[in-house]
């Protein structure tokens, strides 16, 4: 974890390039990392870890989102995601519902590759239409 108030993109790219290094991906062989930037300036990474059941996988960047949970944060203003793709890998659909979970529209998404390639995004972009829970559920038998 870095504790910084004044963290860029770049450095954050950074971060998950170093943490895609410990990436656990036997499987697929592709190996990703993310570095979650939250709004008190520390830095949380996460790397995916494959399991031989796909569905046990865990992504990336909901490792990450995962490690700032448990040290109490959950307010975040960007996101760095590293792959070796061009153009780079974008989060799957879980990821994007774990983000859009702790994050609004405006959230920054800095995506690389390892061949310098660089895509942005606000994650209003990505994933415009989240899942919206409905605040009382109906009875049960009325609709």
Do not use: K, Q, W
Not at 4 to 21: H, Y
Not at 84 to 113: K, M, N, Q
Not at 128 to 136: A, L, Y
Request: charged share 25%; hydrophobic share 45%; with cysteine.
């Amino acid at each position: 974890m870095l504790a910084s108030r004044a963290v860029d993109a770049e450095t954050l790219l950074d971060r998950a390039r170093a943490a895609r290094e410990h990436a656990y991906a036997p499987y697929s062989d592709f190996a990703v990392g993310a570095a979650l930037l939250a709004e008190d300036g520390r830095v949380f990474t996460g790397v995916n870890v494959e399991n031989r059941s796909f569905g046990l996988s865990l992504c990336a960047e909901r490792a990450a989102v995962a490690a700032a949970v448990a040290a109490g944060s959950r307010r975040f203003r960007a996101i760095a995601v590293v792959t070796a793709t061009s153009p780079p890998a974008a989060p799957c659909g879980l990821c994007r519902e774990t983000l859009a979970e702790f994050c609004g529209p405006e959230l920054a998404i800095h995506l690389a590759g390892l061949d310098g390639g660089r895509r942005d995004f606000r994650l209003g972009e990505l994933f415009p239409e989240p899942f919206v829970f409905p605040r009382e559920a109906p009875a049960p038998g009325r609709r």
